[in-house]
C-alpha cells in the first residue's frame, strides 16, 4: 500500500481540514519518523482527533501503522546542505521524478499505443501552462506520423470538440482535473463517440471521470519548497516514459528518424 501515492490521488475528495493533512505529510513525510501524533498535530494547527480521522480515511489502522507504511516505501531523497542553487534544484527534480515513477503504470502505457494507432484523429487540449505541454507531446507524436492537433483556447477546443467523430482520440492535461473549459470540451467529445485519455494528479475529479484511460503523476505543489514552480515537469517525464515506449515501434520510429533527418538533427 502506496499510502502517499493513495493520499495525492484522493486530494480533491478531502475536506478543507484533511487537506491541510494531507499537505503537511505529503510535503514533510520524511520527518514523520521522529514525530509523533501531537507534534504533527501542533505543526499543522489541528487536534490529535484530527489526525486520527485523517489516518483511518486513508486506510491505516492508527497514526504508527500510517508511519510504518510510509518508511517501508522508498523515501523521496530530502535535501539537506547544498552546494548551490542548482544542487538544490536537482534533488527537487529527483523527488518529482521518483513520485512520478511509481505511478506509472505500463498495462496503461500498452493501451495508449493501442488507441493511438486506432485513432483517426489525436486532439490535444489543456489550459495554461499544461496547453504549453499538450502542444509539445503533440509536436512529439506528430513527428511520428500521426495526425495531431493541440489547442489551449477553450474556444478553438470545444469547436474542435463540436466537430469530432467516433474513432477520434482526446488527450486532456490538467494537473488540478476541474479546469472548466476542459471539461466542457471532453463532455461534448464525449457526446459525440470520442475516446478520451487523461493525464492529471488526482484520481477523483471530473476530468478523470469523463477519460476512458488516465495517468497519474506527481503534484508539484507537494514538494516541501514554496520557491519550486514548474508544475509540468512531472508531465513532461511521463510524456518522455510514452513517447520512449513508443519508438520502440517502427512505425513510429521511422517518421521520427525522417523528420530529425530533413531538419539536420541527427
Request: with cysteine; glycine share 4%; aromatic share 10%.
Amino acid at each position: 500500500m502506496n499510502i502517499l501515492n493513495n493520499i495525492q490521488k484522493d486530494y480533491l475528495s478531502f475536506s478543507k481540514q484533511e487537506k491541510k493533512i494531507a499537505d503537511y505529510i505529503l510535503r514533510f513525510s520524511h520527518q514523520l519518523q521522529n514525530m509523533n501524533i501531537t507534534e504533527l498535530s501542533q505543526k499543522i494547527g489541528t487536534s490529535n482527533s484530527s489526525v486520527t480521522r485523517f489516518v483511518k480515511k486513508i486506510g491505516c489502522k492508527s497514526y504508527s501503522d500510517m508511519k510504518f507504511h510510509i518508511n517501508a516505501q522508498s523515501a523521496p531523497v530530502e535535501y539537506k546542505k547544498s552546494n548551490g542553487i542548482a544542487d538544490e534544484v536537482f534533488v527537487y527534480y529527483q523527488n518529482v521524478i521518483k513520485n512520478t515513477q511509481h505511478l506509472i503504470e505500463t498495462e496503461k502505457i500498452e493501451e495508449f499505443a493501442r488507441l493511438i494507432k486506432a485513432a483517426r484523429n489525436i486532439i490535444l487540449i489543456g489550459a495554461s501552462s499544461s496547453g504549453i505541454t499538450a502542444e509539445i507531446f503533440g509536436i512529439r507524436l506528430m513527428r511520428m506520423g500521426l495526425t495531431v492537433k493541440s489547442y489551449s483556447d477553450p474556444l478553438w477546443m470545444l469547436m474542435q470538440a463540436g466537430i469530432c467523430s467516433k474513432g477520434d482520440l482526446f488527450i486532456a492535461i490538467s494537473n488540478s482535473g476541474v479546469t472548466s473549459s476542459v471539461i466542457e470540451t471532453l463532455e461534448q467529445a464525449k457526446s459525440r463517440g470520442a475516446t478520451i485519455v487523461s493525464i492529471t494528479s488526482y484520481s477523483e475529479n471530473p476530468i478523470s471521470k469523463l477519460s476512458d484511460l488516465i495517468f497519474h503523476v506527481y503534484n508539484t505543489r507537494f514538494v516541501h519548497n514554496e520557491k519550486f514552480a514548474n508544475s509540468q515537469f512531472s508531465n513532461i517525464y511521463l510524456i518522455d516514459v510514452i513517447t520512449t515506449y513508443l519508438l520502440q515501434d517502427e512505425e513510429f520510429r521511422t517518421p521520427l528518424l525522417a523528420t530529425r533527418e530533413i531538419i539536420n538533427d541527427i
